[in-house]
């Protein structure tokens, strides 16, 4: 999410809004935000409803397991609708897919 905030004007001058979003408690979340000084909003995804819609739940966790939400990490450029334009994602935790390549991506879908 940090990674993100540092492409977040890049992102906005295509006229594309940022958000993060996770399963994490809002009191997390809050402290998350207040310490890393993001520009864009952390939404609360409760009970995994919106990541399940967009089919990127990581359906290895079953409900009432401790990580059950969680969902693929990586990048969906929605349209106001909430149509998936576009999907981001590598495998694992711990790597994102690089900005340069979604920003690229994009551009192209905006100017068409």
Partial sequence: ????????????????????????AVDKLKAFHDRSTLGYPLLYDDQAKHVSALGIRNTEYAEGHSAYGIPHPGILLLSPEGKVLARFAVPGYRQRPPLEEVLAVVRDRVMD
Wanted: charged share 20%; net charge negative; no cysteine.
């Fill in 1 to 24: 999410m940090v990674q993100l905030e540092s492409e977040r004007a890049s992102f906005e001058a295509l006229g594309v809004n940022v958000a993060g979003m996770t399963y994490d």
